[in-house]
């Protein structure tokens, strides 16, 4: 079962150092991202993120995650 949810304001590390966000998909099955097939299930679920500074959405896996504040 998925950890976080859609609209969950999350933040990860990025080339470009701590990076924060807001949930907008959650993946438990396989999907194509960026050209490349990401696997997903409900036990090990991942997550399109969308920065808060950019338009950039990134997909990461929950591990990679840690959840703040509203």
């Not at 949810?5 to 993946?27: L, M, P, T």
């Not at 679920?45 to 990679?64: C, G, L, N, R």
Request: hydrophobic letters at 25%; charged letters at 40%; zero cysteines.
């Amino acid at each position: 079962m998925a950890k976080y949810s859609k609209g969950d304001r999350v933040s990860w590390n990025s080339e470009a150092g701590r990076v924060s966000g807001r949930i907008v998909k959650v993946h438990e099955t396989d999907f194509d991202y960026k050209g490349h097939r990401r696997r997903a299930s409900k036990e090990e679920p991942q997550y399109e993120i969308e920065s808060e500074k950019t338009d950039h959405v990134a997909a990461h896996k929950e591990d990679a995650l840690t959840k703040l504040g509203k």
